[in-house]
């Protein structure tokens, strides 16, 4: 059974800093990895998805990496933002469950 | 394009009672997923819908219960509430099963007294 965990549970920094969210999976047979962002009491935003193929996506301030084989991602966020602060969740397909981990809940000071 | 829409947003019911939550996908999505999200347990995955078929299923008891519809709108039921059952319940859709990226719905908030 794949298991996903996140490190760290949660993040305070000041407005302006670069951080890194990371994620590891155990099962590294994994077809692509799905970033999201959870506002409190609010649905899942999806923020990347990298394919297995891929080693990076990247969509404004936002980076996501992969490493099948040490099963590893990492969430790059620059220049961090209020508006930023939020729980983020990697999630990762596997045998069409998908498998979330316990988020990083991300707090942004101004 | 529309994103995925669930409904109710809220729900009060007492132990006891039966619920059912809606799940309308992304159009052109013919994929729909449940979750269940606790902050004890975190996400967990309820079951997975495709043609009208449940392709997947979680570790939940049977009194959690789905169906997919022709238009790939989806249902979720609850039968005798539990205490426990209070959750947020999220929907996500995608084009085909397994492994496309998946979109979520703001999810249902029920509250079991």
């Known amino acids: 059974k794949q298991e996903v965990t996140q490190i760290p549970a949660a993040l305070s920094v000041p407005e302006g800093e670069n951080l890194v969210l990371n994620c590891s999976f155990t099962d590294s047979a994994i077809y692509n990895l799905q970033w999201f962002r959870q506002d409190p009491g609010k649905g899942l935003t999806s923020l990347l998805l990298?394919?297995?193929?891929?080693r990076e996506q990247t969509s404004g301030r936002l980076n996501a990496s992969l490493d099948k084989s040490s099963g590893r991602s990492t969430l790059y966020i620059a220049a961090s933002q209020p508006g930023d602060s939020a729980t983020y969740l990697c999630?990762?397909?596997?045998?069409?469950?998908?498998?979330f981990g316990s988020g990083t809940k991300l707090n942004v000071k101004p | 394009k529309a994103g995925v829409t669930q409904t109710p947003r809220y729900l009060i019911k007492t132990r006891g009672q039966q619920v059912t939550l809606s799940c309308s996908p992304i159009s052109g999505h013919r994929s729909v997923s449940w979750y269940q999200q606790t902050p004890g347990q975190g996400l967990q995955f309820l079951f997975e819908?495709?043609?009208?078929?449940?392709?997947n299923k979680g570790n939940f008891p049977g009194r959690f219960s789905g169906r997919q519809f022709s238009n790939s709108r989806s249902e979720m039921n609850v039968s005798t509430l539990e205490l426990g059952d209070s959750a947020l319940y999220l929907c996500?859709?995608?084009?085909?099963?397994?492994?496309?990226?998946?979109?979520f719905g703001p999810g249902t908030r029920l509250t079991v007294l």
């Open positions: 819908y495709f043609s009208e078929t449940q392709r």
């Open positions: 996500a859709s995608s084009l085909v099963p397994g492994y496309n990226e998946q979109f």
């Open positions: 990298i394919q297995s193929s891929q």
């Open positions: 999630a990762v397909p596997n045998f069409n469950k998908f498998y």
